[in-house]
Structures are given as structure tokens and as C-alpha cells.
């Protein structure tokens, strides 16, 4: 199989206090959605540095699109537990943020505008949110700006998305809501997703692949290929097979937690 | 707690000083304390009145002197916060300086700004700007130092240059900051002017005040005083006006 995103035995510190991850080797395809879970401080964030280029690994190299990571990867997006919306933007001109910075579509920002505009509308819709565009972050709430955040994370159509904890700070119900949102528009787009989470049935609900991390220094300890049928009901996470499987993934993080 | 009516809560302040004229009237009456220690309310007033011609070439003197203090207070303040936010290592390099310098009272660099400019309008020019641009660096460096590494991230992958982030997310976000702390260095900004004019100056509010007190004229004295807060309010108001106006995101809550 060919990698898009291929990390060859990556151990990143960031100081003298040992590997905050260590030995990592994994491929993943274009188009596949893969999602890591463990026990918190096993190295995610650093993980995710490393893929975007925000970080160089000290040991081992990473590749991405077949090339060496050596800076800011900027086909990729970008969206954490926080929101992070800009306070003193409307929605839309949030979701616009990125397409006046990153090339080439900084250059073409005032003369394309409108078209811009047109593809954050779209963006916006699809996720439910096209009567919010004009209101400002503050108006929203809680799911309706990490919905905004997912589309600053998309407008500049990037190859690969990133998500750290995108739904932690969220309830249950809008949880379930936007792991439906994300898998429509994966399933629409399919980009690459890198997601980062604690959440087990979001793990098994959205990836292809479930990579399972230890405590720090983060390894991969299993990694399991999710072959529940697509496209996938959110019912079919209250039925047996994906109940067994989220029993069995549980049960191999109580093993790292507690050895 | 009782909800008060908007038009009354819009009154409540003249209200008070209202009240405080009163108070002030009244208890100079009461115990009859002489006009040459403490005057009276209407013998202030009465001063104010008596008095307008010169009062009002005197505050106008120290007016456009704290302006001008004020003024480059802002310039060297905006820079001043702005390249100490943007970079961690400066921030920690000069803080502490900066800690120390404002320290230091002001009325202690007027007989060295006299010794370098004489007598009159630069030293008081200088203390209002030196009083003044503390709190507008404290602000806007703060207000760019804390800004969120997640935010930073999201804009450094889409390969945003340090001038974007500033740019796009830092200035933007620290203006609440800025427009804040303008409205306590402007009431600073007169703090200095009149210190400055009482030890080393023959025109303006403080010497104006300092050349009465000399005289026992305690009436004019006081109308000096009522001079100084009326435009230092005035002033204070301005900013505040402006603030809500140019960052009424940041206030929310407060509509």
C-alpha cells in the first residue's frame, strides 16, 4: 500500500526528560480516517505536531504525501477542544481566516472573495450552520462553534485534517450529533483524518483504524482495523458487534493503565 | 438586590456628586471652619467664577500638555507593549525594568528633567508621558503574551509568519487590553502634568494651585482641584466611550 502519512521508528523529546513518544511506525493510506486513543499525557498533541510539522522528530523520520516533513504542512487543517474562534469575527469570516493566510489563496483573497465567501456558505450548511453565518462566536453555543471550527479547518480544502479532542468539551447528544456531521463530510470529501481522542465509541464509530497508545513514552500498542460496514448508523453503536468491540479495546487501555 | 430604573441609574451619578457638594457644604458650615484652611463649597465655587479668565488659560495650558504626554504615552506604549508581548524572551528580559522604573515616583524625575529642559511646559510634558505609559505596555504586552498556543498552531500550520499571527489574532485581541488601560493613563497622564507644574513651572493647573496656596487663597486652591478631576473625567469618559465602541465584543456580557 502506498502512505500518504508514513512515520519510520519516530521518538520525539522535548527536553532532557526522556521521549514524550518513542519508536513509532505506522502508515497510513489517503482518504482513511484513523484515530488514536490512550491514556492521557501519551504523547497525542506531540504526536499530531509531529505530522503537521509543527514539531521534527529527534529519532526516525516522518513523510507525508511522500515527502519529508521540514516545516508547517499546509495542506493539512487544524481543530482542538477548543473552539478557538475569534471573537471580534462573525462565523463566516472565521471560516474565511484561513484562506488569507495560507497560499495561494492569500494572494487571490480580494479579487476571489466572493467565490471564498461562497465556499464558506457552502461549508457552513453542510454542517448545519448557514443561518449563523453573520452571527458572532459568542451568539453560539458550545457544538455550534466546534461546528465552525471544523469548517475553518476545511475551507482551505486540505489533504489531511487534524482533530484533538475536537468533541471533549461537549454533552453526549451534540457529541453523537457532530460525529455525524464529521462522518458525512468525510464520507463527501474523504481527506485524510487524524483524530485524537478518549472516547472509545467515537474511535470506533468514526475510524478505519484504531491506533491504541501506551502511557509516556507514547508507543502503539494495537492497532486495530475497524471493519464495522459503512456507511454506519449511529444506532449501530447500541448493537452488539460495536459494543463488543468497544469492550475489548476498553479492556486493552485498563491493561496499560494499570501495569 | 433591587433592580434601580435605567433613567435613574443614568442619574445616580451627578446624583452623587450632588451629595457631595452638600456634604461638603455643610459640614464646613457646621463646624465653621475658616475659608483660609478649608473653603467652603460656594467659596469654591465662587473662585471658579472670579477666577474663569485665568483658570481657564491655566487648565488649558495643562489640557494640551497632558495630551501631548498623553500622546506619545501611547506611541511609545503601543511599541513598547507590543514588541516585549510578541516576543517571550524580550518579555522576560525587560519586565522586571520595567517593574523598577514604575516604581520610581514620578515628582522625582522633575528636578532632572528641569537640570536638562528648564522651567515650563517640557518637563510637564514628560512627566505625564512618564507616568503615563506604564500601564499601556503592562496591557498590550499582556494581552498579546496570552494568547492561546492552539490558536497559534492552527495559524503557524497554514504557514502564517509571526507578522500574520500578530496581525490577524494578536493586535485584534489585545485592544480591549489597550483601550483599557487609555483610560487610567490618561487620568495618570494629568496626575503627572500637575505635578510636574506645581514644582517646576509659572503657567498651568499646579502652579496656578501651588501660587494660591502661597496666598492663602484656599477658594481658588480648591477650584484648581475641581478643575483637574472635571477634565480628567471628561477625558476618562472619552476613552470609555471609545472602548465600548471599537471592542464591544469583548463586552458582552455588560449590554
Redesign the interface.
Known amino acids: 500500500m502506498t502512505a500518504f502519512v508514513e512515520f519510520d521508528a519516530v521518538s520525539h523529546a522535548y527536553d532532557g526528560s526522556g521521549n514524550a513518544i518513542e519508536g513509532i511506525d505506522l502508515k497510513i493510506r489517503e482518504g482513511e480516517f484513523v484515530a488514536f486513543v490512550g491514556p492521557s499525557g501519551c504523547g497525542k498533541s506531540t504526536f499530531m505536531?509531529l505530522c503537521?510539522?509543527?514539531q521534527f522528530p529527534t529519532q526516525g523520520a516522518v513523510r507525508v504525501a511522500g515527502e519529508g516533513v521540514a516545516?508547517?504542512?499546509?495542506i493539512?487543517?487544524?481543530?482542538?477542544q477548543?473552539a478557538?474562534l475569534?471573537?471580534?469575527r462573525t462565523t463566516l469570516d472565521n471560516v474565511l481566516?484561513?484562506l488569507?493566510?495560507?497560499?495561494p489563496y492569500r494572494q487571490q483573497f480580494r479579487k476571489r472573495r466572493e467565490e471564498f465567501v461562497g465556499w464558506a456558505r457552502d461549508l457552513l450548511e453542510t454542517v448545519g450552520l448557514a443561518d449563523y453565518a453573520d452571527k458572532?462566536p459568542?451568539q453560539l453555543s458550545g457544538g455550534m462553534q466546534q461546528r465552525a471550527s471544523i469548517c475553518?479547518?476545511l475551507i482551505?480544502r486540505p489533504q489531511l485534517l487534524m482533530l484533538?479532542e475536537p468533541f471533549g468539551a461537549l454533552d453526549a447528544f451534540t457529541r453523537e450529533e457532530l460525529w455525524c456531521v464529521l462522518r458525512d463530510l468525510w464520507q463527501a470529501q474523504r481527506f485524510t483524518v487524524i483524530l485524537v481522542t478518549h472516547d472509545l465509541r467515537e474511535a470506533a464509530f468514526l475510524a478505519d483504524t484504531v491506533y491504541v497508545m501506551s502511557r509516556r513514552p507514547g508507543r502503539v500498542v494495537e492497532r486495530r482495523e475497524i471493519d464495522l460496514p459503512r456507511p454506519r448508523p449511529l444506532e449501530a453503536t447500541y448493537e452488539k458487534p460495536f459494543i463488543e468491540l468497544v469492550q475489548d479495546l476498553r479492556s486493552q487501555i485498563g491493561d496499560i493503565r494499570s501495569s | 438586590m433591587r433592580a434601580f430604573s435605567p433613567s435613574l441609574e443614568r442619574l445616580a451619578p451627578w446624583a452623587a456628586v450632588v451629595v457631595l457638594i452638600l456634604l461638603w457644604e455643610g459640614l464646613v458650615r457646621l463646624f465653621q471652619v475658616p475659608s483660609f484652611i478649608f473653603p467652603s463649597a460656594l467659596d469654591a465655587g465662587r473662585a471658579l467664577i472670579d477666577y474663569a479668565g485665568p483658570i481657564g488659560k491655566h487648565s488649558w495650558q495643562t489640557f494640551w500638555t497632558t495630551l501631548i504626554g498623553f500622546g506619545l504615552g501611547v506611541v511609545v506604549g503601543l511599541a513598547l507593549g507590543i514588541t516585549i508581548g510578541a516576543s517571550r524572551f524580550l518579555y522576560n528580559a525587560c519586565y522586571p525594568l520595567l517593574v523598577g522604573f514604575n516604581a520610581i515616583p514620578k515628582v522625582a524625575f522633575v528636578p532632572i528633567l528641569v537640570v536638562w529642559f528648564g522651567i515650563g511646559s517640557v518637563p510637564a510634558i514628560l512627566t505625564a508621558f512618564l507616568i503615563c505609559f506604564f500601564p499601556i505596555v503592562v496591557n498590550v504586552a499582556t494581552g498579546l503574551a496570552t494568547l492561546e498556543p492552539e490558536m497559534e498552531d492552527v495559524l503557524r500550520v497554514l504557514g502564517a509568519r509571526r507578522i500574520d499571527v500578530l496581525l490577524k489574532v494578536g493586535l485584534p485581541r489585545s485592544l480591549p487590553y489597550f483601550f483599557a488601560s487609555l483610560k487610567v493613563a490618561i487620568t495618570l497622564a494629568f496626575v503627572g502634568t500637575v505635578v510636574s507644574e506645581t514644582v517646576a513651572s509659572n503657567q498651568g493647573i499646579g502652579y496656578l494651585m501651588m501660587s494660591a496656596g502661597s496666598q492663602m487663597r484656599m477658594g481658588l486652591v480648591f477650584a484648581g482641584l475641581i478643575v483637574i478631576s472635571a477634565m480628567a473625567m471628561v477625558m476618562y469618559e472619552l476613552f470609555s466611550w471609545l472602548e465600548k465602541r471599537m471592542t464591544g465584543w469583548a463586552h458582552r456580557g455588560q449590554r
Open positions: 505536531k503537521t510539522g509543527l516545516g508547517p504542512l499546509k493539512s487543517g487544524m481543530a482542538f477548543n478557538n475569534l471573537p471580534w481566516l484561513p488569507e493566510i495560507v497560499q458572532y459568542w475553518r479547518a482551505h484533538d
